[in-house]
């Protein structure tokens, strides 16, 4: 499928217009989005709880109309991430390696971290730089390619350092989760 942006806004835009039921999604989804941007100036939270509930209720309805769709689609999902888990892509190490590279340069300058998460998210950043700056100078030393991922995964060292990357990484980010709920709670109950 070779087309333009325009040509493939053109396909988006006949879709819309060719049955009922796009007609319908687009306009109900039209709607809630001017509720929506009409609602930031007065803030009514009754307002804020339907659209949540709109949405939840296009998601279950989602999942009670495709039921066998969304199951092969959840297993496809779990398959892929278990297949990451194991045989990880070098496109997404180095995507998370650029992740950890704003996230760095956002403790650096951010005043609202306290010290502690700062010492913490510090070590995560040392360490996972350490084991990226590992995997390249293992990966050009011994001449992999860093697209053939078979025999860059023979390599023991290579796999270890890119899976307890992750490993560290998912870590971080649920300590980071439970980090910022702990604060909301601390600070809504303390008032």
């Known amino acids: 499928m070779n087309l333009s942006l325009l040509g493939k806004l053109g396909v988006i835009f006949h879709y819309i217009f060719s049955s009922f039921l796009s007609l319908e999604m687009f306009l109900i989804s039209l709607l809630l989005f001017i509720i929506l941007i009409y ?15 709109i949405y939840l209720g296009f998601v279950i ?5 495709y039921t066998t769709y ?12 278990m297949n990451y888990i194991y045989f990880p892509s070098t496109i997404i190490y180095f995507f998370i390696i650029v992740f950890v590279t704003i996230m760095m ?9 306290s010290l502690f998460k700062k010492i913490v998210n510090f070590s995560v ?17 011994d001449g992999y390619d860093l697209v053939d991922m078979v025999s860059l995964y023979e ?13 560290l990484l998912f870590v971080w980010l649920l300590f980071t989760g439970f980090y910022h709920l702990y604060l909301y709670f601390k600070k809504k109950y303390d008032q």
């Open 39 to 53: 609602n930031l100036k007065r803030n009514n939270r009754l307002v804020q709880i339907v659209a949540i509930g």
């Open 61 to 65: 309805g989602i999942f009670v109309s």
């Open 70 to 81: 969304v199951q092969s689609s959840i297993n496809s999902f779990v398959k892929e991430i």
């Open 105 to 113: 340069i956002y403790t650096l300058f951010s005043k609202k971290l």
């Open 125 to 141: 950043f040392s360490i996972l730089y350490f084991f990226f700056m590992s995997f390249l100078t293992l990966s050009a030393y």
């Open 155 to 167: 390599n023991d060292v290579i796999l270890s350092l890119v899976q307890v990357s992750n490993l």
